[in-house]
């Protein structure tokens, strides 16, 4: 009896770190060829993005589009494995996950560059 109780423990455990395992491996974003429902519009400038935080909801897609109005930028959302530059400026994507992830320039734009941050917030 014992022995059957201590095989069930076993397997419950198991079972639940499958499970978290599983979920820190997946991306928060996915590209995906969904048409867009909603659109994420993030102008650009030395040095600076146009607003602090943008808004999109989980699950439904979404273009991401960069505008370099001044300078060369380009964008690095914590959580998708692709980034945008002034030559590959939009994609559709997909949030999978809610939470508030942080939108960086991941170009070299000048003395401004590290104050170039932004947040993208999943509801
Ligand atoms: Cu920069």
Redesign the pocket.
Known sequence: MKKIFALLVGVAMLISLTACGGESGSNTFAETQETAKQEVKIVATN?QFDQPEYHVKKGEAFTLTLDSKEGI??IRLEGLDASLSKMNNTKTIVANKAGTYSII??????TG?SK?NAKLIVE
């Open positions: 040095f930028h380009g320039c991941n170009v070299s734009c000048g560059h170039m």
